[in-house]
């Protein structure tokens, strides 16, 4: 079974430029997340789409970042303009489902975008 | 609200030393999920395990163990005969019922197991 996948890898931009991130989930998963992992910290949720509709965005920047799931398979995470505490990985993440038996599903992620901001 | 203190920032030991990565939670809710990941320096994260509110058996997997109290609110993980492939960053998660399935991450422990 092929895994999340994410890119690009790496990223260097400039602040007040703009940026956007590609994932695919794992086939047949419903619900797909993104999380910022800012370094030394643990992964804090931005998005959580299930199938191609928004199910949790408290806590993403929306003056500044965009996501979305056009087909309800792979997602975009979009920054613009970029400032220079977006520093971070990036990361995709992927469950079967979310509400009833799939609440507590494992989350499975890819391996993440590392953005630089100079 | 939910939290999850994992309060070992840094631990380091020498191969075939056990180590216990600790790990407390907070949650309002009675059902809920608890996770461990894995970070190795790649950076990948690579689920371990969950266990869900209602199951406090404690959980053996290989040179892995994990010890769920919830009289205590903790969820700790054990590592045996520790190799240097154990390496990484550990983070345990917690997802509420009633927040669907986002999870809550610990701020993580870094392991480093040397020869």
């Known amino acids: 079974e092929a895994g999340v996948a994410q890119s690009p890898r790496y990223k260097i931009i400039e602040k007040r430029q703009s940026v956007a991130f590609w994932c695919n989930p794992i086939?047949?998963?419903?619900?797909l997340y993104w999380y910022q992992q800012i370094l030394g910290q643990g992964p804090k949720l931005l998005i959580q789409f299930q199938n191609n509709g928004v199910v949790d965005d408290s806590q993403l920047p929306k003056d500044r970042f965009s996501a979305e799931r056009l087909k309800g398979v792979d997602s975009t995470l979009k920054i613009q303009p970029a400032k220079l505490e977006d520093s971070a990985v990036y990361l995709c993440?992927?469950?079967?489902?979310?509400?009833?038996?799939?609440?507590?599903?494992?989350?499975?992620f890819g391996d993440g975008t590392r953005l630089s901001i100079l | 609200a939910q939290k999850v203190t994992q309060a070992q920032t840094e631990i380091s030991v020498v191969e075939k030393e056990d180590v216990t990565l600790d790990c407390v939670y907070e949650t309002r809710d009675t059902t809920y999920y608890l996770f461990w990941y894995k970070q190795p320096p790649s950076g990948e994260l690579v689920f371990l395990i969950r266990?869900?509110?209602?199951?406090?058996q404690n959980e053996i997997s290989g040179r892995y163990s994990w010890n769920f109290q919830k009289s205590t609110s903790s969820f700790n993980f054990t590592i045996t005969a520790s190799q240097v492939v154990d390496s990484a960053v550990y983070f345990c998660a917690l997802s509420e019922e009633t927040s669907g399935s986002r999870l809550t991450f610990g701020e993580g422990t870094q392991l480093t197991v040397n020869p």
């Open positions: 266990r869900n509110s209602f199951d406090e």
């Open positions: 086939s047949g998963h419903a619900t």
């Open positions: 993440a992927s469950s079967l489902g979310q509400a009833g038996p799939g609440v507590g599903q494992p989350q499975h």
